[in-house]
RNA sequence: GUUCCCUUCGUCUAGUGGCCUAGGACAACGCCCUUUCACGGCGUAGACACGGGUUCGACUCCCGUAGGGAACGCCA
């Protein structure tokens, strides 16, 4: 048990697209788990699959976790991808003299083989286990082959050898205490001789994992549920080369709504579309961390520091749970509507100038305008729609008010108010009132027949916030110019 | 096919043998607030996959069945 060293935790992405939810969710319990018990959350770079990872994809991934601000101690720099810390490289593609090191020491220790079998070798023996009924396992004839006898055989053979991890001959039992999953007990035949080393040099992941997982003096290890069956592999690498067992806890997968494994057509699937579709990053970690973990008291809506105060294995969930966006959405609206003005206008102000809205920079304006909008806010891309009808010039009559425009009073009831904005100077609440009584009285309107026109003639629109506190946001030539263009509408 | 994992309201979950006629949250529905739309308040409906054990007692423990998922790669 490790119960006692400081806790080192590890997050370990392959740099091959962007930050996936599902690996935000493990990198935001890892954060957590660092941040509760005063450990080192670290950043550890998968790049051995040298085809498909990009340093673009890199920068994406720490972009992306900078964003949720699940901050790393110690890794790859999120500024200069520079090595931080006393365990480097943190890139896999830069440990291989260490891989090659553990790797010859497990072929002298008859541990590991020189395999010289062709692909197609290794298809037809698949084919022929799968027909027979066996599990898919290769077996190699060059298994056990002495060492010398293999690097000269190397010399002259032309299949590039791979370097592969010989199983223990004798059937045994290995068991595993997860921490999400309790005792988990795995046949020793359940794999069969897998590679370590590809036959252009680069480790393999189960490899690797397990030896930088070691020599980083990592306590604990978080990973998706796919991982679990891996976990023998890597269990027999550490007892081979005689390392100590980190504590595993692999967490379940996320589902789509369809329940299977959430993928690309289920829609959004990075935190990056999330971020560009108006999601707060404490929003995204909130609901994140309670797709498989529950606070003890049963809150909802937490800071990260309340989450990382309440986090525990304990009550990490070991069922899939399913992404739902309705409730991220809610949790999202939740938060968005607790944030200060200041803050909330500083974070749409990128989308207002996206828009080239024309708005007021003053902050008791700003205030105003936020209190009125913001209940019915869910995203930060909701307030485009929000605030276009208080940005100047940029009035237009929607779809919706056409009803409004063909009713008998309406025309009145614009007249009116345009004769009325033009007797008035600046016009507070009280005043719109006012405003609006006598249109009551002389147009002889009440109701939706007042209400409607006069939204119409404000926002375009029959519906939305409260015209007697929209109106004092605006100024009068704007008033006066939408109104009239209104009235020229009418029909 | 083999091995491993999972199974409570539509969804996220609470539940560690009696507190469970199963609690909360999102969504749905209804009412209230509101001369619109939201916010908010109150309320209604809705689940232990199935079958066997064990036990005085099972959502909870054991065994099966069914369903779902994962792994079986020179991907991670």
């Known amino acids: ?9 590890r997050f370990a992405p392959s740099p091959t697209g962007y930050l996936h939810v599902g690996g935000a969710r493990t990198a935001l319990y890892d954060f957590l788990y660092a941040k509760k018990y005063n450990g080192t959350f670290v950043l550890r770079i998968e790049d051995t699959d040298v085809e498909r990872s990009t340093e673009e994809a890199l920068k994406m991934q720490i972009q992306d976790l900078s964003w949720l601000g699940l901050k790393w101690d110690e890794g790859v720099d999120p500024v200069t991808l520079e090595d931080m810390g006393p365990y480097g490289p943190y890139r896999q593609s830069q440990r291989k003299s260490i891989y090659d090191k553990y790797a010859q020491q497990l072929l002298e220790k008859g541990n590991a083989y020189y395999c010289f079998l062709s692909d197609e070798e290794i298809d037809a023996q ?16 060059y298994k056990d082959w002495d060492l010398e006898k293999a690097l000269e055989h190397k010399k002259t053979s032309e299949v590039k050898p791979v370097i592969r991890f010989k199983t223990p001959d004798v ?3 290995y068991l595993l205490n997860d921490l999400v999953r309790g005792e988990v007990r795995f046949p020793s035949d359940m794999v069969g001789d897998f590679v370590m080393i590809r036959s252009n040099g680069m480790p393999v992941y189960n490899f690797c994992c397990a030896i930088d997982d070691a020599l980083m003096k990592l306590t604990h290890v978080f990973r998706a549920e796919e991982h679990l069956s891996n976990t023998l592999r890597q269990m027999m690498i550490y007892e081979a080369l005689g390392f100590d067992l980190p504590q595993f806890g692999h967490l379940s997968i996320i ?3 369809d329940r299977q494994k959430l993928s690309k057509r289920h829609g959004a699937t990075s935190v990056n579309e999330y971020k560009e579709r108006g999601f707060l990053p404490d929003a995204m970690n909130n609901f994140l961390a309670l797709l498989g973990w529950s606070s003890p008291e049963a809150q ?7 989450m990382s105060q309440q986090f525990s294995t304990e009550r990490l969930n070991s069922a899939s749970a399913v992404f739902d966006e309705t409730k991220l959405k809610w949790v999202n609206a939740t938060h968005l509507r607790a944030l200060p003005h200041n803050e909330l206008w500083q974070l749409l102000q990128p989308y207002f100038d996206k828009e080239g809205f024309d708005l007021p920079q003053d902050s008791d304006w700003q205030d105003k305008a936020l209190s009125l909008m913001k209940t019915s806010m869910e995203t930060l891309k909701d307030g485009v729609e929000l605030f276009r009808p208080l940005s100047k010039g940029s009035f237009s009559l929607s779809e919706k008010a056409s009803d409004v425009l063909s009713w008998e009073p309406t025309k009145r009831v614009f007249e009116k108010w345009i004769s009325l904005l033009n007797e008035s100077d600046n016009i507070d609440e ?5 405003m609006q009584n006598t249109i009551k009285k002389e147009c002889e309107v009440k109701g939706k027949n007042l209400f409607m026109p006069i939204r119409v003639a404000v926002i375009g629109q029959p519906h939305g916030a409260e015209v007697k506190l929209l109106v004092p946001l605006m100024e009068k030539s ?4 939408r109104a009239q263009t209104a009235l020229n509408s009418c029909t």
Not at 1 to 9: A, C, H, Q
Not at 300 to 306: F, G, K, L, R, T
């Open 1 to 9: 048990m490790s119960n006692d060293k400081p806790v080192r935790v």
């Open 430 to 434: 009280q005043g719109f009132m006012n």
């Open 171 to 173: 059937k045994k039992d």
């Open 126 to 141: 698949r084919e022929q286990a799968k027909k027979e009924g066996r599990p898919p396992q290769v077996n190699s004839p």
């Open 300 to 306: 909802e809506i937490m800071s990260m520091d309340e």
């Open 255 to 257: 589902l789509g709504e």
């Open 478 to 481: 704007e008033l006066l110019e």
